[in-house]
């Protein structure tokens, strides 16, 4: 069953939104209605958009409204890139502590309701619940505070760095991720709406 496993996961490494959104293994649930079942992410045209574009582009801005499952399509992306890749850091950074918690807290989610064997062959330490790390594959994937130190300090993978208009200290964060994601790493920038924030110059390049 491992070497099935292995086998299955080697085949969605190159092939990310078919795995996010084809194989069943991605469960989300409606937060809005607790009572709701846990359903698979559906499989929406601009959900398979947003995730082509995560595995096409090196640098993405994402201008994002509150009911097209953005920060759940971070959640899988990211999730999928540490299950199919060795040597791995995914940082999430947002405004607040308790939203930097309810991201990696939908993580854990995806996480656990992956099928037995996939969680078999890529074990996972859940217990802190601002980190997902598989030891295995020296793969991980945490949720960060606002500001640039702690991006300064490690070589990122992905950064994910979310509400950018509202974040006091996105600016700084910016400078700082870019040397961090070096030649190979990814950055994705999302803000909802607010007219001439960050998110405006990002759009239009304009990153002064």
């Known amino acids: 069953m491992s070497k099935q ?3 299955l996961l080697k085949g ?10 084809e194989s069943g293994w991605f469960v989300t649930r409606n937060e809005d209605n607790p009572e709701s079942e846990e359903e698979p992410l559906p499989d929406k045209d601009y959900l398979r958009y947003l ?6 582009y090196p ?4 201008p994002k409204s509150r009911q097209i499952m953005v920060t759940w399509s971070w959640a899988a992306y990211g999730l999928a890139r540490c299950l199919t890749r060795k040597h791995f850091l995914a940082n999430y950074q947002t405004k607040r502590e308790e939203d930097e918690g309810g991201f990696m807290n939908r993580v854990h989610f995806l996480y656990k309701h992956l099928p037995e064997e996939i969680r078999a062959v890529r074990p996972a330490n859940t217990e802190n619940g601002f980190k997902l790390e ?6 991980k994937f945490w949720g960060i505070p606002q500001g640039a130190d702690i991006i300064r300090s490690n070589t990122v993978s992905l950064f ?4 950018v208009n509202f974040q006091p200290n996105a600016r700084a964060s910016l400078r700082a991720a870019m040397p961090s994601l070096g030649k190979t790493g990814q950055g994705i920038w999302a803000s909802s709406a607010n007219a001439g924030g960050l998110m405006e110059k990002l759009i239009h390049a304009n990153w002064d």
């Open 5 to 7: 496993a292995e086998a």
């Open 12 to 21: 969605y490494a190159k092939h990310l939104p078919e795995m996010i959104l």
């Open 51 to 56: 995730l082509t574009q995560y595995v096409t």
């Open 59 to 62: 640098r993405l801005v994402v």
């Open 134 to 139: 598989m030891p295995g594959q020296d793969a």
């Open 160 to 163: 994910l760095s979310d509400e």
